[in-house]
T-cell receptor, first 120, second 113 residues
């Protein structure tokens, strides 16, 4: 159980285009989803936290108008990189938490496999 | 602001050796401490999670310890195998949030046959 699916796994796009990344919790309801970004040889950095049905909370320095997050249902969150530029090329990973039985499980984040974005 | 540091950044050992990976964090008010494995170009695989009230967790050849007072956690890998080669990340879960994780930069482990 607790599987998080992320799609696509790899995307190459031209500069100026928008890219949508999907994060789905396949067998549980995710009350909260997190979006991280990882540059080469760097750690994962939290970009934003989203709760189903409400606006996402963005970390300092992350442009909310550039990285649009929608958490329309308890099983799906999307991250749209608008007008992508080469500096947006990175590894984007989502995680989901919440809804599983037991207090312990509520604190665990289950991660997707990540999306590698390359902007030409 | 929580900061997580992992030492060493890279480690190469011969197969069969026991090894220890280190993780330190600056704010001891953590909710939990997690260890993950990341293979090249892949997502994260959760290895062990230690709640703030616990001191260690074990899973197979892996043992993770937590010392909140000193701001340290270690991941012990027994009888290392080439398949253990990966980057190991530790992450501190903060209190008062929805489970925000602060990650270290990782230790890249290479186990040579």
């Amino acid at each position: 159980g607790a599987v998080v699916s992320q799609h696509p796994s790899w995307v190459i796009c031209k500069s100026g285009t928008s890219v949508k990344i999907e994060c789905r919790s396949l067998d549980f309801q995710a009350t909260t989803m997190f979006w991280y970004r990882q540059f080469p040889k760097q750690s994962l950095m939290l970009m934003a936290t989203s709760n189903e049905g409400s606006k996402a909370t963005y970390e300092q320095g992350v442009e909310k108008d550039k990285f649009l997050i929608n958490h329309a249902s308890l099983t799906l969150s999307t991250l749209t990189v608008t007008s992508a530029h080469p500096e947006d090329s990175s590894f984007y990973i989502c995680s989901a938490t919440g809804g599983l039985a037991g207090a312990l499980a509520k604190n665990i984040q289950y991660f997707g496999a990540g999306t590698r974005l390359s902007v030409l | 602001k929580q900061e997580v540091t992992q030492i060493p950044a890279a480690l190469s050992v011969p197969e069969g050796e026991n090894l220890v990976l280190n993780c330190s964090f600056t704010d001891s008010a953590i909710y939990n401490l997690q260890w993950f494995r990341q293979d090249p170009g892949k997502g994260l695989t959760s290895l062990l999670l230690i709640q703030s009230s616990q001191r260690e967790q074990t899973s197979g050849r892996l043992n993770a310890s937590l010392d909140k007072s000193s701001g340290r956690s270690t991941l012990y890998i027994a009888a290392s195998q080439p398949g253990d080669s990966a980057t190991y990340l530790c992450a501190a879960g903060s209190r008062g949030s929805q489970g925000n994780l602060i990650f270290g930069k990782g230790t890249k482990l290479s186990v040579k046959p």
